[in-house]
């Protein structure tokens, strides 16, 4: 197994040598630290990582991803972009996704050409050809290159060859934008936004659970946490404590996904 993950890092890295300059959407997620990383080590100073900071951006995730990119020696930009400006986003439809990445992938193309740089590419794997992704769609408009899918990369490929270099991010989990929490249909506002944030980094504060989704549906307060954590909530004063917090945060009910955490669950 060892000789396949140098193998296939060998492949990513060579991907690179193909161009003179490369930038790199990079959220500070697995995917995007391991391209940073095999970016960086491929073409040095000619890789750019670049992290969007928005409302929908948890201040935690900001501060992750400039950590990371000091830790692997890249060149960071943070840009703000400014999704929330267009009412379409803000309307939440079910493809919501491809107006935040259309702003995501232009400010992107905007910033490569002011900089003269050749490429830009993005963390997609293999294993997000099948799922709901209506990003992608705004990616091919702005050409934006996917060096996981040329090679045929997936999701547990990438976990491998981050542990493989020793990446702090191997085993994290996924942690998309706040606006993935609120029901389609319901309007993303910037109270919204922030009530989540909140009572995440509350519940997290108070119970050491690392997967966790407070899921906004009209006020209603939707709690999802990884399978196996679920029994750190089973205390009486943790619950009151929380049933508390989030009807101070603006919740008006707070409820508990008795299954647990599942990707992607408003989607279904």
């Not at 296939?8 to 300059?21: C, G, M, R, V």
């Not at 999704?83 to 107006?99: A, F, I, L, T, W």
């Not at 946490?225 to 009151?240: A, H, K, P, Q, T």
Request: glycine letters at 4%; hydrophobic letters at 35%; proline letters at 4%.
């Amino acid at each position: 197994m060892q000789s396949t993950i140098n193998s296939k890092l060998q492949d990513l890295e060579s991907w690179f040598k193909d161009y003179d300059s490369v930038l790199i959407a990079f959220s500070g997620g697995v995917d995007s630290t391991l391209l940073a990383k095999a970016a960086f080590n491929s073409i040095g100073k000619k890789a750019v990582a670049v992290t969007a900071d928005s409302p929908s951006i948890p201040r935690s995730e900001l501060t992750n991803a400039k950590s990371l990119a000091q830790l692997i020696g890249i060149e960071h930009l943070v840009i703000n972009t400014n999704e929330m400006e267009n009412p379409d986003y803000v309307k939440n439809p079910s493809n919501r996704c491809y107006y935040c990445k259309s702003e995501l992938f232009s400010t992107l193309s905007t910033l490569s050409k002011e900089k003269n740089i050749e490429i830009i590419v993005d963390g997609t794997n293999l294993d997000d050809l099948s799922d709901f992704r209506p990003g992608l769609t705004a990616a091919n408009e702005n050409q934006i290159l996917h060096p996981f899918v040329d090679l045929k990369l997936t999701k547990n490929d990438i976990r491998n060859m981050s542990k493989h270099l020793q990446l702090p991010t191997a085993d994290r989990p996924s942690a998309p934008c706040l606006s993935s929490r609120v029901v389609y249909g319901q309007p993303i506002t910037l109270n919204t936004l922030s009530k989540i944030e909140r009572a995440e980094a509350l519940i997290k504060q108070l119970t050491g659970i690392e997967i966790i989704r407070v899921r906004d549906h009209n006020n209603i307060a939707r709690i999802e946490v990884g399978r196996n954590e679920r029994s750190l909530l089973f205390d009486e004063l943790i619950m009151d404590k929380i049933d508390k917090e989030l009807k101070n945060i603006g919740f008006k009910y707070i409820t508990l996904e008795l299954s647990g955490y599942k990707s992607g669950n408003l989607n279904k």
